[in-house]
C-alpha cells in the first residue's frame, strides 16, 4: 500500500520569505504522479503543482517549485516570496492507477 | 456544470439518522472518488467510481457507508445509522480519464460538513 508522510504539522513563513514543505512516500509502483494541494479555510482543495514521476526535472509553478527526489522518494514544495494569500493547509499526494492517497497536511502561517 | 458541487454543505443529524450526500462531478468526467476528512486531517480515502462502476471501497469504514453512481455522472454518499465517529468533511473530486496521465488532476467540490449529535 502506498502511503504519504508530511512530518512538518506547522509551518511558519515570514512575508516575502521562501518556505519548505516536506513529503516524503513509499510505492513499489514506477508510474504515478505527485501533488501539493492547498486547502484554505474555505475548504476548497486547490491543486498547486504536480509532478510526473518519470521526469526528471522539478515542476514549477511561478512562485511554487517541487524539489522531487524518486530515490529517496521524497517530493518537496518550496514557496518563494510568501505572500498572505498562501496560509492555507497544504497536502502531498500521491496517485498511481490504484487511486490517490493524502497526506496528513502541513498548516503554513504566513507573518505580515 | 463549471466545477464539482456538492451538496448540501452542512448537514446536522441525530445519531441513529440516515444521511445522503450529494455530489456532481464536471460533466463528462469519468472517475469520482469520495474521501473523508477530520478535522485537522488529510483526506482519506472511501471509494472509487468510473463511470458507472464503483471500482474500489476498501476505504469505506463500514457497512453502514454506501456509494452509487448509477448513471455514470451524479453520485450520492449515504450513510446509515449515524454516529457520532462519522462526522466530518465529505469531499467529492472528479477527474477526466482514468490512470494515471496529465489528464487525471482530480477537481474538488467544497465538501459537505456532517456533524453528528
Known amino acids: 500500500a502506498q502511503t504519504v508522510t508530511q512530518s512538518q504539522p506547522e509551518m511558519s513563513v515570514q512575508e516575502a520569505e521562501t518556505v519548505t514543505l516536506s513529503c516524503t512516500y513509499d510505492?513499489?509502483?514506477?508510474?504515478?504522479?505527485l501533488f501539493w494541494y492547498k486547502q484554505p479555510p474555505s475548504r476548497q482543495m486547490i491543486l498547486v503543482i504536480r509532478q510526473e514521476a518519470y521526469k526528471q526535472q522539478n515542476a514549477t509553478e511561478n512562485r511554487f517549485s517541487v524539489n522531487f527526489q524518486k530515490a529517496a522518494k521524497s517530493f518537496s514544495l518550496k514557496i518563494s516570496d510568501s505572500q498572505l494569500g498562501d496560509a492555507a493547509m497544504y497536502f502531498c499526494a500521491y496517485r498511481s492507477a490504484f487511486g490517490m492517497r493524502f497526506g496528513a497536511g502541513t498548516r503554513l502561517t504566513v507573518k505580515p | 456544470g463549471a466545477g464539482v458541487s456538492q451538496s448540501p454543505r452542512y448537514k446536522v443529524a441525530k445519531r441513529g439518522q440516515d444521511v445522503a450526500l450529494r455530489c456532481d462531478p464536471i460533466?463528462?468526467?469519468?472517475?469520482l472518488f469520495w474521501y473523508q476528512q477530520a478535522l485537522g486531517q488529510g483526506p482519506e480515502f472511501l471509494t472509487y467510481?468510473?463511470?458507472?462502476?464503483?471500482?474500489?471501497k476498501s476505504g469505506l469504514p463500514s457497512d453502514r457507508f454506501f456509494a452509487e453512481r448509477p448513471e455514470g455522472s451524479v453520485s450520492t454518499l449515504k450513510i446509515q445509522r449515524t454516529q457520532q465517529e462519522d462526522s466530518a468533511v465529505y469531499l467529492c473530486a472528479s477527474s477526466l480519464g482514468q490512470g494515471v496521465t496529465g489528464a487525471n488532476v482530480l477537481t474538488f467540490g467544497a465538501g459537505s460538513r456532517l456533524t453528528v449529535l
Open positions: 510505492t513499489s509502483e514506477s508510474d504515478y504522479y
Open positions: 460533466s463528462g468526467h469519468v472517475s
Open positions: 467510481f468510473q463511470n458507472e462502476a464503483q471500482l474500489d
